[in-house]
C-alpha cells in the first residue's frame, strides 16, 4: 500500500524545497485602487490596473527555490496564493463571487498561476475604516491569519500588503506572535512611511527590528525576496522581464504619469541589474522612455532659452541640451520641459525685426523659420548698401550666420524650402525676399502688410504694424491712413492682396 500511495503522490513535489503559503492584500497591492476610498489611496495607476509584475512575483514565491521547467508552473501543482480582503461578507456572499469572478479572468487573461483563496473581512471593521480608524481591520487580518495558519501547521507564510490602510498593523500583531511562521514580510509604499497608520517616532526602528520590508514596484519587491533566498535568482529575473512588458502594455491618461512610473521602475531596474550582473545574469532591458526630440532639433527649454538636442538617454528620459546662450554651456532637461522652437502656422502673418510676412516653412534640422516677407522694415531699406548688397547676393543681417539670412529670389523660390518641414503654402508669393529666421524673433500677428482687411471704417490695405502697442496702419480707399488694434480687423474671407505698396516699416 506504501507503494501505491508514493505512485499516487505527484513526484513532482519533491522539486518544492518549502512548504509555503502567499497571502496578500487586494486593494493597492494586487492592482491600484485609483486613490478611491474607501478602497485605497494609491492614484498612480488607474483604477483597478495590476501592477506590473505582481503575479509574476506571486508566482515565483509560490515556486520559491524549485528548478521547475525554467520557472514555468507544472500544471497538476496546487497554489498556495490566499488573498486577505478587508471587503466584508455580504448578502448572498455577493462580494465573494465577484471577487472570483474577478481571480478567474485574470487566471485566463493575465496568466495568474492558481485560483487563490479568499479571505474575508468584516462589517464592523470596514465601517469602523470611514472614521478613519483602521485597527479593527488590521484585527481582523490578524484573526484571519491565525485561523488559516492554524489549518497548515507545517506551512510558513509571505505576506504582502501596502502601508495605506492597516497592513502594516496587522503585520506587526502577526510578527509579534508568530514571527518564526513569517518568512518576509513585503510591504507595498503608497504613501510616505510618515503618514503610515499607526506610525509613531519608534516605527521605522520597530520595523526594521522585525523585519518588515518596504518596496515601491514589484521589481524591487523581488530583489529584496531574492536576497532573503525566498526566490531564485532566476525567478528575480522573470519579475523584473514581466514587468516591464506588463508596464508596456498599460496607458496612461497623461504622459508625465506614464514618465514619472517608468523611472520609478528603470530605477529598480537598474539595481536589479546589479546584482544579476554580479551574480553572472543576464540583465534586463529598461522600460524606453519615449524619444520626441531627434538629435539636432531646435527646442525651447522655456526658462533657460533656446538649444540644440545632443542626445537622448532612454532609460531615464534626459535630453543633453547645448545652449544657445550662454554659448557652448550644456543642460540635462526631461522632454516634459521642452518644446519644439517653431513659432505659428504654415500661412501664418507674423512680424520680423526686419518687416512682415509669411511662414512658410520650419526646417526640422534646427528649427529656423523661413518667411516671405511682403514688406521690408527701416531696418533693410534705409542703408543703400544693404539695398545693393541684397539685390546680389545673400548677406548676414543680424545674429548667427548660420541662422539669419536674407537671399533675393524670384516668386519660384520654393526650392529654398528643401530639406524643411514643408507645410505645403498654396498661397500667391507678391514679393521675393526670404528671411531665414530663428523662432524667437517671430511674433504671429492678424495680417501682414498687403493684407486687404475689414475694419469699422470699410476695407483697407494694411500699410504697416507697430510690434510695441499692436498697432495696424491700414489705408482706406477714401481717406488717409487709419490706425487700428489688432483686435478691430479681420481679414477678408477672399483675402486678395493689393498689389499697391504702401509707405512705412514692418
Sequence with gaps: ????????FPQNVEMRPTLRKILSD?????????????????ATYKHHELYPGVLAFYKELDLGLAKSNNGEWPPHWRGNLAFLSARPHVY?????????????????????????????????????????????????????????SSLYPEYKFVFIGDNGQ???????????????????VFIHKVQKLARTPGYTDKSRAKWDDLGIMFFRTYIGASLLACKK??????G??????????????????????????????????????????????????YVAAKHVFARGTMVSTRRYGYGRVLEFRHDDGMYEILLNHPKNSRLYLLGKYLQFATTGSADD???????????????????????HLTKLSQLLITSTARAKALSSKRVVVGGSRRHRRMSHKSSSSSSSTSGSTSWNSNRKQQVAMVAYIQPKNIQ????????????????????????????????????????????????????????TGGGGGG
Design 229 to 234: 533566498n525566498l526566490i531564485s535568482i532566476r
Design 26 to 42: 487586494v486593494d493597492d497591492t494586487l492592482f491600484s485602487s485609483g486613490g478611491r476610498f474607501p478602497a485605497g489611496i494609491d
Design 444 to 499: 504671429v500677428i492678424r495680417a501682414a502688410v498687403g493684407d486687404v482687411v475689414t475694419s469699422a471704417f470699410g476695407q483697407g490695405v494694411v500699410q504697416s504694424y507697430r510690434r510695441a502697442d499692436g498697432i495696424y496702419e491700414v489705408l482706406i480707399p477714401w481717406g488717409n491712413p487709419v490706425l487700428h488694434e489688432e483686435k478691430e480687423i479681420k481679414i477678408r474671407e477672399d483675402d486678395s492682396r493689393s498689389k
Design 166 to 184: 492597516g497592513d502594516v498593523i496587522a503585520a506587526e500583531m502577526i510578527l509579534e506572535k508568530y514571527s518564526e511562521r513569517l518568512e518576509g
Design 92 to 148: 448572498k456572499d455577493w462580494s465573494q463571487a465577484k471577487s472570483y469572478k474577478l481571480f478567474s479572468q485574470l487566471k485566463k487573461s493575465h496568466n495568474l498561476h492558481t485560483t487563490p483563496t479568499l479571505l474575508a473581512g468584516e462589517l464592523f471593521s470596514s465601517f469602523q475604516m470611514f472614521r478613519g480608524d483602521f485597527n479593527p481591520m488590521a484585527h481582523k487580518k490578524a484573526q484571519n491569519f491565525f485561523e488559516y
Design 1 to 8: 500500500s506504501s507503494s501505491s500511495s508514493s505512485s499516487s
Design 349 to 371: 502673418r507674423v512680424w520680423t525685426p526686419y518687416g512682415t510676412g509669411i511662414l512658410q516653412a520650419a526646417r526640422e534640422a534646427d528649427g529656423v523659420h523661413i518667411v
Design 236 to 285: 528575480l529575473r522573470q519579475v523584473a522581464s514581466n514587468a516591464v512588458k506588463d508596464f508596456c502594455k498599460i496607458e496612461f491618461s497623461k504622459e508625465e504619469t506614464r514618465f514619472a512610473r517608468l523611472q520609478e521602475l528603470n530605477r529598480d531596474i537598474e539595481k536589479c541589474n546589479d546584482y544579476l550582473q554580479s551574480q553572472g545574469y543576464p540583465t534586463v532591458a
